[in-house]
Nanobody, 128 residues
């Protein structure tokens, strides 16, 4: 059982990247999903999360309108489309999945809930 993240890299400010996270050993569609990030010297931050039941998607205020979370049921994969990137988006990005059936997207991203599965991080560096 694992999540495998990919797609990070170096990009200039204003550019785009798409992060992918493929699940193996379990069906991602049955889980709440989320992307988190950790910048140097800072704590982990919930960037975007979707509850297991669907519903409203949560985005951190700092990324609203620029980042889009999605999942592909057929590919058992989740994505984070990142547009209009800023230097402050520089961080290691992690994908995660949660079996919890109660929490909303905001709840999953709050940091108060321990997600069930985590992918290894992928580095995103945005140059100015």
């Amino acid at each position: 059982v694992q999540l495998q993240a990919s797609g990070g890299g170096l990009v200039q400010a204003g550019g785009s990247l798409r992060l992918s996270c493929e699940a193996s050993g379990f069906t991602l569609d049955y889980y709440g999903i989320g992307w988190f990030r950790q910048a140097p010297g800072k704590g982990r931050e919930g960037v975007s999360c979707i509850a297991r039941s669907g519903g409203n998607t949560y985005y951190a205020d700092s990324v609203k309108g620029r980042l889009t979370i999605s999942r592909d049921k057929a590919k058992n994969t989740m994505y984070l489309q990142m547009d209009s990137l800023k230097p402050e988006d520089t961080a290691v990005y992690f994908c995660a999945a949660a079996w919890n059936v109660i929490l909303s997207g905001a709840g999953l991203c709050s940091g108060d809930y321990d997600m069930d599965y985590w992918g290894k991080g992928t580095q995103v560096t945005v140059s100015s």
